[in-house]
């Protein structure tokens, strides 16, 4: 009899051996739904479906309204789309939650900029100049301003040349890091003493 009870205590062990891996995966789908939401949403903005990863944000933004990464995305899938107005109030909600989120900075200056509100787009790009750790990105941004100052009012074309050139010259620098990160020997700490994701601020989430 006692065997019989060993051989069923032993069963029941390697059943909860076999199950706990997928207690443990469908505990933590349930408590990261909405991460899981926003990471969908981040892979759609960055392959150019800006109305999937839209449609991502404004689901994730319905269950936690408090995501800032949510907002900054939904801001820059706005943005992409030409909805420079709805883009500024996204980013601008964003930048009152995290007034040190580089990407919500970057863009809501952007967005001001295409509009042709050049003090505000000045104010939050001289920010984003101030948050970013790249040298080439901060030049960048510096002649971007010195271009505004002595150029004020800027044509409809102008603005959208240097809105453009300003996100070109972040995206190429932030793909450079991130391949420098990718296949460093790691942990890679990069020139800064430790992993900066500088402009895709919502990719540390």
């Known amino acids: 009899m006692e ?3 060993e051989r069923n205590e032993n069963r029941l062990t390697m059943t909860v051996h076999r199950c ?15 991460a899981t939401t ?8 960055r392959e150019g479906r800006y109305s999937e990863a839209a449609s991502k944000f404004e689901t ?7 995501r800032t990464d949510a907002l900054v995305g939904l801001g820059i899938a706005r943005y992409a789309q030409g909805g ?6 996204h980013l601008s909600e964003a930048v009152s939650q995290d007034p040190k989120r580089a990407d919500a900075q970057l863009y809501l200056g952007l967005s001001h900029l295409e509009r042709g509100d050049e003090g505000a787009a000045a104010e939050h790009l001289r ?3 101030g948050l970013t750790h790249s040298a080439r990105v901060t030049r960048q941004v510096d ?9 004020h009012p800027l044509s409809p074309q102008s603005r959208h040349f240097i809105a453009a050139s300003l996100e070109s010259i972040v995206k190429s620098e932030q793909e450079l890091h991130d391949a420098r990160w990718a296949y460093a020997p790691w942990p890679y700490y ?9 402009f895709w601020g919502w990719r540390s989430w």
Do not use: K, N, W
Not at 20 to 34: D, H, K, T, W
Not at 38 to 45: D, E, I, N, R, T
Not at 143 to 151: H, S, Y
């Open 127 to 129: 920010t984003f100049g």
């Open 38 to 45: 926003v990471g969908l949403g981040q892979a759609a903005l």
């Open 84 to 89: 420079y107005g709805e883009a500024a109030a």
């Open 190 to 198: 990069g020139h800064y003493g430790y992993y900066d994701p500088f």
């Open 143 to 151: 002649d971007a301003l010195q271009l505004m100052r002595t150029e």
């Open 3 to 5: 065997m019989v009870d």
């Open 60 to 66: 994730a933004l319905t269950e936690h309204p408090e």
């Open 20 to 34: 706990y891996p997928v207690l443990l995966a469908a505990l933590a789908f349930a408590i990261s739904g909405c």
